[in-house]
């Protein structure tokens, strides 16, 4: 889904913001301005826009431009959208008909690890240091004590570097719940990317999601069973609010002071805001194209094999490298040699039609349609 605008980097002083905002810029050009001074080696980015290719973009940017020796603390809130790791399979990770159907937005990130899901009631934060400085605990450990400021007393990181709260079953009536049948909740998931000087962790923190019964939806796929695929996959966490829900700007708050705590406050603060144009910094417009584009969130999934029987006996498989269908076979219990048409005519076709912006037919069965059917329409038979 593209952007409905562009955007500005209106850094404005008002009464009525946080008193942490302390700076004042009128363009986007001059977020790149004070992203590569060389004099400032801590500096704090506030996203408010919502669109999640235009943060991850600035994101990328941030870790690309800023120089080599600076701390960078970037907090930003997407609307509803499922993001993938840089190596993972949308048909595995996703139930895209129930994405589509519900207006989610679906997000190939540039930094590895799981799926995860984005909404207003989740705040995201990256953290960008020198390499020699990457650890994979001293920041999560950083929003923990941001956590413990604002009322989530029973959070803490946990062996894999996710940040969790110790609580009773959501759900259950206060009369029914027992201090001492607490048990871990993750609320805080992260992942990473490492280049020659610089280290990128960022994370979210689930703290009053309104679609938090509905993630195991957005993240269940219909055709997983039928997969066998290379790359990374998700491990599944059972997940919850932060115990009490909070509000976004209190937790932001809570984590520049900690960010402050550690690095003190020379270089700023700058608040980004949506306006008319993002133009100013074509580095940013060319990495929210790329991550909006199907060769990216398709074209990107490593290798992977579809084989299913159909409900007219028909053995159908095929394997796909990047979006691409490099190997087709159809046979049938009385017929064992394979379909040659059917594997002329899709070998090479790719699985998303990059022109059209619609699902090539081929894309149809990894939407769960029946096989069947797919192949009926093709006038594939045996």
Not at 32 to 38: C, E, L, N
Not at 53 to 73: A, F, R
Not at 210 to 234: F, H, M, W
Not at 295 to 314: A, N
Request: hydrophobic fraction near 35%; include cysteine; charge should be positive.
């Amino acid at each position: 889904m593209a952007p409905s605008r562009g955007l500005y980097a209106l850094l404005r002083r008002s009464q009525s913001r946080p008193n942490w905002a302390v700076q004042s810029f009128r363009r986007f050009s001059e977020l790149a301005r004070i992203a590569t001074d060389t004099s400032r080696r801590s500096l704090v980015f506030i996203s408010r826009l919502t669109d999640p290719y235009i943060n991850l973009s600035i994101e990328h940017y941030l870790l690309q431009k800023t120089p080599p020796e600076s701390k960078v603390l970037f907090l930003y809130v997407n609307r509803p959208c499922v993001v993938l790791g840089r190596n993972q399979n949308p048909w595995v990770e996703a139930n895209l008909p129930f994405l589509s159907a519900n207006r989610v937005d679906l997000v190939r990130r540039r930094s590895g690890g799981g799926t995860v899901f984005h909404d207003l009631g989740n705040v995201n934060y990256s953290v960008i240091c020198p390499i020699s400085m990457f650890d994979r605990d001293t920041h999560a450990q950083m929003v923990v004590r941001a956590l413990q400021k604002v009322g989530g007393k029973h959070t803490r990181v946990n062996e894999r570097h996710d940040i969790v709260q110790d609580m009773n079953e959501p759900g259950l009536n206060k009369e029914d719940r027992f201090e001492g049948d607490l048990r871990p909740f993750k609320v805080s998931g992260s992942a990473y990317k490492l280049t020659r000087l610089r280290s990128l962790h960022h994370g979210t923190c689930l703290l009053h999601s309104e679609n938090l019964p509905r993630i195991d939806q957005y993240l269940k796929s219909l055709v997983k069973k039928y997969i066998t695929a290379r790359g990374v996959d998700s491990v599944r966490s059972n997940v919850a609010n932060v115990i009490p829900k909070l509000d976004n700007d209190a937790f932001i708050k809570a984590v520049i002071d900690q960010w402050h705590d550690l690095y003190g406050q020379e270089g700023g603060e700058l608040q980004i805001h949506e306006a008319d144009n993002y133009a100013d910094v074509p580095e940013v417009m060319k990495g929210c194209a790329e991550l909006m584009s199907p060769e990216w969130i398709y074209g990107q999934t490593p290798q992977f094999t579809y084989g299913r029987r159909t409900e007219k006996g028909k053995n159908l498989e095929f394997t796909a490298r990047n979006g691409v269908i490099t190997e087709a076979t159809l046979r049938s219990q009385s017929n064992l040699d394979s379909n040659q048409a059917l594997s002329d005519r899709l070998t090479g076709s790719v699985l998303y039609d990059t022109m059209l912006q619609a699902k090539t037919p081929f894309a149809e069965i990894l939407y769960d349609r029946k096989p069947d059917d797919v192949l009926d329409s093709l006038r594939l038979s045996l």
